[in-house]
């Protein structure tokens, strides 16, 4: 058997006695001592912390009680009288004795504690392994300690979880759609801010608890993201007393940072914070060769540019809250998150030149840019739950103020050419309110509102200095854009099982509102689209280890602000990317079908898929007809921009399984592969294509001499092809090495991302006027060492088993 020590102390609550009557003769009764020891049911080992409860029957706010020590004794004090009696462990069931009489000292014995699968989801883990549970409508992975991405960021945590995928530039993909929905405690967040790549990367991994990965949305969730929801749940203990972990981390390119999770909880009050501060340099590089063509055919000249990308980032981010538990069945909670940061980049372009008598030119291009974000967010939480049959009602609020100012002074050839500013305000309000209603004990009712209501402006100011605006015969970009979107939305859905099958039917009703006002130029916007968003999900139990899962639902992609945001964004003289105010919402349909088998030593889940989209939001590059000088001469300026496609079908296959051969070592692989095929015409050219690509990730721990764990990550993700361009495979490897110090209080982590620098995208564009080279490096191979220090609390050990499951590093529960 195995043993599971706990993760926090429970700190007792003491409560001054009133003053009680006198004994005959004026003397008050002497106190007396209640000892006992508790014991692991499985094991017969002592449980230290363990915690004794004791509580008046004549005064309910009368509570004492003790912790054991290490031999799992306990001796506490107190007055003679009735009590009803407690002990608890975190993830075993509570011992209760009700009504006890005690008049002189009493020892209760030896209580033995059974493990309590049960509670695990509510108790905050620092598990050995990251668990999975499957639930009727997602996927939880409960985050354990992996060690590639100690140190690192919520993207390294995203992309190592199975269905997710990250790719060069930082975009979060599931099963390799990049129309994902990304929330945070179940709600859109400031914390993701205006640019949620750039968001992700600096919040740290160790504030996260656990990724939902939900693939079929029911109807309760936002039915934005055509590819599904990634809900991120930060880590919050509300144990008694004080507890948390510090990490500090150090790295090449130059990097630290310092963060923590702490938690306080003293009766009715819990108060928490996630803080942390992070200074990271993410040097980066680029290649691309254009050349191009005549309506001919033939070669009219072409454009090499060899560039470099130094980006720094440092910031703070901070969440702190207090939850007050109102009485047994309410709870309100108060938070507000803020984070600031201070960015620059500076990115060098090496350009060259040839013509049709291959006579050359050269030159360069010095793009040194600032960045200061600012985000503010208030939350306000109210749980209340009616009995503990699950009739309950929640209602969120939240308030976020988001600005970001980017100015850069452009130079080429050494002299100055143009300034670009950038300033954008947000604002957002959002509410929701869910209504959960029992019926009997094997179905369930559901009804909620949400109100999403944004607003954001954004200054996007140029000025051309050499060669002035004039000389390049363009449109002055410069201009103003206010941006307004409303959602409302309310939903129904009804769950019920009936011996072994469950269903979950829903329906969700959506409104959107959007207005896009060029200020500058009177150029007004205005796009309504209603929809409703059947869901449906099924699951059947073959047996208590095989399970079959369908599910159906329909959801929709708006265009983002910056999708529909027309002022250029240039990333080198003669290539920029421009939204599209005229965007409309693409909806899709999907059928997802799952199995899910647990063998002795292996688990296997396993889903096929299939989704039917219109009206697709698809990327495009052309020329703009517009042109820049090159060392004297005009060149062509490209321009990526998206627009609606007709419609694409997508098929896919995922499995995820691990393997455990012992304690001390642990496999596990996903696997995903999807065909895609667009059909649809823009401007007279035809889009159509197809293209079957995959990825796969392998996980591979092993505990060495002396309690050394090591791990290694392998990640591949096949060649792409689209209409206008085709990438090849890229194929990166991470190591890790992490030793236990001090009791399992502290950990000491060194990971090595991108051990062969190899995390490459490798294309070519091809249009009947241009095609192109191109190779980025978003990120280079790094180095980071970590340091995490937990204090009252225990870390899970290699091995441990209390679910009763497969024991690989992806485990999967029912």
Wanted: charged share 25%.
């Amino acid at each position: 058997m195995k043993k599971l020590l706990p993760l926090t102390i429970f700190l007792i609550v003491f409560t001054t006695y009133a003053q009680r009557p006198q004994a005959r003769g004026g003397q008050r009764p002497s106190p007396i001592t209640i000892t006992g020891t508790v014991l692991d049911q499985e094991t017969n080992e002592p449980l230290e912390y363990a915690t004794l409860v004791l509580q008046s029957l004549r005064d309910s706010t009368k509570i004492t009680g003790g912790i054991t020590n290490a031999e799992g004794k306990f001796a506490v004090e107190t007055m003679p009288g009735r009590y009803d009696v407690s002990v608890e462990y975190i993830s075993f069931t509570s011992y209760q004795l009700k009504a006890q009489v005690f008049r002189s000292t009493t020892d209760l014995g030896t209580i033995k504690l059974a493990p309590d699968v049960a509670q695990l989801e509510g108790v905050e883990v620092i598990a050995e392994k990251t668990t999975v549970e499957i639930r009727l409508d997602k996927k939880i992975y409960n985050v354990g300690k992996d060690l590639t991405v100690s140190g690192g960021t919520v993207s390294d945590v995203l992309d190592n979880v199975p269905s997710v995928s990250v790719d060069v530039e930082g975009n979060v993909q599931l099963r390799g759609n990049d129309d994902v929905r990304i929330l945070i405690d179940g709600k859109p967040s400031a914390i993701t801010g205006l640019n949620s790549t750039e968001a992700l990367q600096q919040l740290p991994a160790e504030s996260i608890e656990k990724v939902e990965v939900i693939t079929s949305p029911s109807a309760r969730y936002d039915a934005e993201g055509s590819g599904g929801i990634i809900n991120i749940v930060l880590r919050r203990s509300k144990l008694q007393g004080m507890n948390g972990a510090l990490t500090a981390n150090i790295g090449d390119p130059a990097r630290f940072g310092l963060n923590g999770n702490l938690n306080y909880r003293t009766g009715d009050i819990n108060i928490f914070t996630n803080t942390g501060y992070n200074y990271r340099n993410s040097p980066g590089n680029t290649f691309n060769n254009t050349n191009f063509f005549d309506q001919d055919g033939n070669f009219t000249n072409s454009i090499t540019e060899d560039g470099t990308r130094e980006r720094l980032r440092k910031g703070i981010n901070t969440n702190f809250g207090v939850e007050w538990y109102v009485n047994e069945t309410a709870s309100i909670t108060q938070s507000i998150f803020i984070r600031s940061s201070d960015n620059s980049s500076e990115t060098t372009n090496n350009f060259s030149q040839l013509d049709t008598d291959l006579n050359g030119t050269s030159g360069f291009r010095f793009d040194a840019e600032t960045e200061d974000d600012n985000t503010f967010q208030y939350s306000f939480n109210y749980d209340k739950k009616f009995n503990d049959s699950g009739h309950k009602l929640t209602y969120a609020f939240q308030y976020e103020t988001s600005e970001e100012v980017e100015a850069s002074l452009i130079q080429q050839n050494g002299f100055d050419s143009e300034t670009v500013r950038t300033a954008e305000d947000q604002r957002r309000v959002f509410m929701q309110a869910d209504y959960v209603l029992p019926i009997g004990e094997n179905h369930q009712f559901e009804l909620g509102y949400r109100g999403d209501f944004n607003r954001l402006e954004t200054d996007y100011d140029v000025v051309f200095i050499q060669p002035t605006i004039d000389e390049l015969g363009i449109t002055n970009p410069s201009n103003v854009l206010d941006f307004k979107e409303t959602i409302n939305a309310v939903y129904a859905q009804f769950g019920s099982k009936i011996k072994k099958f469950n269903y979950l039917a829903g329906l969700r009703y959506e409104a959107t509102r959007l207005i896009i006002n060029l200020v500058e130029r009177s150029d007004f916007n205005r796009n309504n689209f209603d929809g409703f968003f059947p869901t449906l999900n099924l699951n059947y139990e073959i047996t208590e280890k095989q399970s079959l899962s369908l599910g159906y639902n329909r959801r929709l992609r708006r265009p983002r602000s910056f999708f529909l945001n027309p002022f250029p964004s240039r990333s080198s003289p003669t290539n920029l990317f421009q939204g599209n105010p005229n965007l409309t919402p693409s909806f899709s349909n999907q059928v997802d079908f799952g199995y899910l088998n647990r063998f002795e030593k292996v688990t296997l889940n396993a889903s096929i898929y299939f989704q039917r989209a219109t009206d697709v939001i698809t990327f495009i590059t052309e020329d703009t007809g517009e042109d820049t000088f090159f060392d004297g001469q005009q060149v062509s300026i490209l321009r990526r921009t998206p627009v609606n496609l007709a419609k694409n079908d997508r098929y896919g296959l995922e499995f995820t399984t691990s393997y455990r051969p012992n304690r001390n070592w642990n496999i596990n692989g996903n696997f995903n592969m999807f065909n895609l095929i667009t059909r649809g015409d823009f401007n007279g050219q035809n889009f159509d294509a197809e293209n079957l690509s995959w990825f796969v990730r392998l996980n591979n721990k092993i505990t060495l001499f002396e309690n050394i764990d090591w791990q290694t990550r392998f990640f591949y993700r096949g060649p792409r092809e689209t209409a206008q361009s085709r990438s090849k495979g890229i194929a990166s490897v991470s190591l890790a090495f992490s030793k236990d110090l001090l009791k399992e209080k502290a950990s000491l982590a060194l990971n090595v991302s991108d051990v062969f620098n190899s995390r490459k995208r490798i294309s070519e564009t091809f249009t009947p006027f241009f095609e192109s080279d191109n190779e980025s490096q978003f990120r280079v191979r790094s180095i980071n060492l970590s340091f995490t220090y937990r204090f009252n609390q225990k870390k899970k050990r290699n091995g441990e088993r209390r679910n009763g499951g497969d024991d690989g590093e992806f485990e999967e529960q029912g």
